[in-house]
């Protein structure tokens, strides 16, 4: 099979370039240690991208409760009592919207997929932010 193009192929490519534009194979992930302090498991881990530091992600879970909206008050206390101010009084917009829903696994999963995708985007601090409790 024989491929040919013509000779001004090669000048109409580039004019392609804002609708096709090349995925970058970024690895990102998130490595640390896992503390038990009573009722709650807080992750802290290290986050890299391509092997290059962007932050630190903090996990906190409050296992009696499976509904943010009843315990979203105490797991915020919690987290300022080590974190300080930097705490954001509401709660990150994935669980306001799922506030009096019962939190599974898939919402864990989902909340890294954002957080990740603020790291890829190169997105600013937006603040300490906490994975609802867990089932």
Same mark, same amino acid.
């Given at each position: 099979v024989t491929l040919s193009a013509d000779l001004l192929f090669d000048f109409i490519l580039p004019r392609f370039d804002h609708m096709y534009q090349s995925k970058k194979n970024l690895k990102i992930e998130s490595k640390g240690s896992r503390y038990e302090i009573g %009722?709650? $498991?807080v992750?802290? *881990?290290t986050v890299t991208m391509s092997g290059h !530091?962007? *932050?630190i992600l903090v996990e906190v879970e409050y296992l009696p409760c499976?509904?943010?909206a009843l315990c979203w008050t105490l797991m915020r206390e919690f987290m300022q009592s080590f974190m *300080?101010?930097?705490v954001n009084p509401q709660a990150p917009p994935y669980i306001q919207n799922r506030f009096h829903d019962i939190h599974a696994? &898939? %919402?864990t999963v989902q &909340? !890294? $997929?954002e957080k990740?995708?603020?790291f890829r985007d190169g997105s600013t601090y937006s603040g300490a932010q906490a994975n609802a409790p867990n089932s």
């Open positions: %009722d709650f $498991v992750k802290i *881990g !530091y962007k *932050g499976a509904v943010p *300080g101010s930097c696994a &898939q %919402d &909340q !890294y $997929v990740f995708n603020e």
